[in-house]
């Protein structure tokens, strides 16, 4: 198992650009998140997914969207990208008890 | 559940030593209590849980306690090495969604 895969790893993007964040998982996970990472800041909840076609908001959802049409993908876009942006991203997958993290995606918007 | 807070932010300790870090949630709903440990440039890996019915439990060198009544939980590692190096966040868990911790650089000093 590959567990949650996350790509890019790393972007660059001009302000007003857009982009869509992959995360696809083969585990089978109901619920999926993604998260932004600051420093100091902790891990905030952007979108999340209890399934197929569901998805709902999470703390920090402005300046995001998502969709999830099957069990294993779970893309995060970016429609106008802004400085504010620049974060870490990680998407994760939650099944038998635990948390999967992917390894990240560090995004950059000047 | 969405106001968890980690003390401290940073930790150094000599090899050997104990590191202990602690947490406090608001939601009294919360039932599950995760710890992750995320090394430079990887996603966060989970470590060690504890449930609301459980107040204390231990893995090797870890441990994590639970006090429900003052809403806190800590995590305790002893005899620590410098592969314990890391930046740790607790979280809780409540219905379909986890809040993070701010974190904690721990250092072990060789």
């Known amino acids: 198992n590959a567990g949650v895969t996350q790509t890019p790893k790393f972007r660059i993007l001009k302000i007003g650009q857009s982009m869509t964040l992959q995360c696809t998982q083969d585990?089978?996970?109901?619920?999926m998140y993604w998260y932004r990472q600051d420093p100091g800041m902790g891990l905030k909840l952007i979108y999340y997914s209890v399934g197929a076609g569901i998805t709902d908001k999470g703390e920090v959802p402005n300046g995001y969207n998502v969709s999830r049409s099957t069990t294993e993908d779970f893309p995060l876009r970016l429609e106008l990208a802004a400085p504010s942006q620049t974060s870490v991203y990680f998407c994760?997958?939650?099944?038998?008890?635990?948390?999967?993290f992917g390894e990240g995606s560090r995004l950059t918007v000047l | 559940g969405e106001n968890v807070e980690q003390h401290p932010s940073t930790l150094s300790v000599q090899e050997g030593d104990s590191a202990v870090i602690k947490c406090t949630y608001s939601d009294s709903a919360s039932n599950y209590f995760p710890w992750y440990k995320q090394e430079l440039g990887k996603g966060p890996q989970l470590i060690i849980d504890?449930?609301?019915?459980?107040g204390e439990k231990k893995d090797q060198r870890i441990a994590v306690t639970l006090n429900k009544t003052a809403k806190h939980f800590s995590l305790h590692i002893t005899e620590t090495q410098p592969e314990d190096s890391a930046v740790y966040f607790c979280?809780?868990?409540?219905?379909?969604?986890?809040?993070f911790g701010t974190g904690t650089s721990l250092t072990v000093i060789p």
């Open positions: 994760a997958g939650w099944g038998a008890g635990e948390l999967f």
């Open positions: 585990m089978n996970h109901n619920y």
């Open positions: 979280a809780e868990n409540t219905g379909n969604q986890f809040y």
């Open positions: 504890i449930r609301s019915n459980v």
